[in-house]
């Protein structure tokens, strides 16, 4: 069960968009409509920002966006601001109560 | 309001056994399942094993199967993950995290226990 594969690292200004990826398995993300994606600020506990690919959680702003296509699943982040500048992580069920995550993408908002 | 409050920071040698916990409040604790997530210092998050506390059904990460035990209390509504022996290895920050039993991802989250071994 190998780790999901995340960029190391994106950046971008204030008020553009950005993109992080996120590569699994025809036995992960491929295979079922269940990635999650995490903000952890330093020092803090993860947040869950999109959930089943493309679901918002409640307070969660809409500047964040997901989607899938095969074994890729992306998050966009639009409008950047300071406060975004976080830890990114995926994750992705894989069957039979077992989950697995991505590396981790550090955004910094330049 | 819905919490999922762990035990303080500890500092442990190497052969030392440990237990940490994660109570839940606010919700149904038999209503959804706890998973324990590790953070090593620096580095990203790490599926450990997931427990559906209705009726203590475990599942481990094969990474961590034999070396941690995940077991929960449900007259007191907590969650525990014990070592019987800690290595310097373990050292990470530990989050305990809950889902919906028919939901696949994680919605409330711990703050963290931060587990320190050295000798």
């Known amino acids: 069960q190998s780790a999901l594969t995340q960029p190391a690292s994106v950046s971008g200004s204030p008020g553009q968009s950005i993109t992080i990826s996120c590569t699994g398995t025809?036995?992960?993300?491929?295979?079922?409509?269940?990635v999650s994606w995490y903000q952890q600020h330093p020092g803090k506990a993860p947040k869950l920002i999109i959930f089943?690919?493309?679901k918002r959680p409640s307070g969660v702003s809409n500047r964040f966006s997901g989607s899938k296509s095969a074994n890729t699943a992306s998050l966009t982040i639009s409008g950047l601001q300071a406060e975004d500048e976080a830890d990114y992580y995926c994750?992705?069920?894989?069957?039979?109560?077992?989950?697995?995550f991505g590396g981790g993408t550090k955004l910094t908002v330049l | 309001e819905v919490q999922l409050v762990q035990s303080g920071a500890e500092v442990k040698k190497p052969g030392e056994s440990l237990r940490i916990s994660c109570e839940g409040s606010g919700y149904t604790f038999t209503n959804y399942w706890i998973t324990w997530v590790r953070q090593m210092p620096g580095k990203g998050l790490e599926w450990m094993g997931t427990?559906?506390?209705?009726?203590?059904?475990?599942n481990y990460s094969p990474s961590f199967q034999g070396h941690v035990t995940i077991s929960v209390d449900r007259s007191t509504t907590t969650a525990y993950m014990q070592w019987s022996s800690l290595k310097t290895s373990d050292t990470a920050m530990y989050y305990c995290t809950r889902q919906g039993q028919l939901v696949r991802h994680f919605d409330y989250w711990g703050q963290g226990t931060l587990v320190t071994v050295s000798s």
């Open positions: 427990i559906d506390p209705s009726d203590s059904y475990t």
């Open positions: 025809s036995r992960d993300v491929g295979n079922y409509n269940l």
């Open positions: 994750c992705s069920f894989a069957g039979s109560i077992t989950w697995v």
């Open positions: 089943e690919n493309i």
